[in-house]
């Protein structure tokens, strides 16, 4: 898997996973997400900085034997702590449960603790998203906490767990 910016010839094929409500079933956006929105985004991606203190910054997902975007992943540096950071990852779903993520996932993990120096990386997930629970389990990242309907999300009433990983735990699994 290749990571990158995001670029303007991503546009439709961003708005077009967004926009599958599968898709978005779990994320803060909601469907239809447009290809104004798709633009603005990255738009906003091009003007950010990667790593800079509490803004989000998304990557471009393609594999290496073919292009075309397939998804994406996102971290920010967390802005009362710049040693740790928190991920997120999306993928269109003829690309999911095929190891694409998984790859990501870990090339993002391996970016923010090798390149960034980070000491402790964080994740989010709805406690009924089982498969972004298996990815992040499968990534090494532990399960450390079980929020019960804590949040308002969609109309409803949510669970979420919490996953991290610390630098020296990513580094014992990588050696």
Not at 12 to 23: G, L
Not at 46 to 70: D, F, H, M, N, S
Not at 167 to 173: G, L, N, S, V
Request: glycine share 6%; with cysteine.
């Amino acid at each position: 898997m290749v990571l990158r910016p995001f670029e303007d010839a991503d546009v439709e094929t961003f708005a077009a996973y967004r926009s599958d409500p599968k898709v978005a079933q779990y994320q803060s956006w909601e469907t239809p997400f447009t290809l104004k929105q798709a633009a603005a985004f990255i738009d906003e991606m091009k003007r950010t900085q990667p790593g800079t203190i509490g803004a989000w910054y998304q990557l471009a997902v393609e594999r290496k034997q073919q292009a075309g975007l397939v998804g994406d992943c996102a971290f920010h540096i967390l802005p009362h702590d710049a040693q740790q950071a928190e991920i997120g990852f999306t993928f269109a779903r003829p690309y999911q449960h095929q190891g694409y993520a998984t790859e990501a996932v870990m090339r993002l993990l391996d970016y923010l603790f090798n390149a960034l120096s980070l000491h402790r990386v964080t994740a989010i997930c709805d406690a009924e998203n089982a498969a972004s629970a298996k990815l992040l389990e499968r990534v090494g990242m532990r399960r450390e906490g079980y929020f019960i309907d804590h949040i308002w999300f969609k109309g409803a009433w949510g669970s979420e767990y919490s996953y991290a990983i610390l630098q020296r735990e990513w580094k014992t699994r990588q050696s």
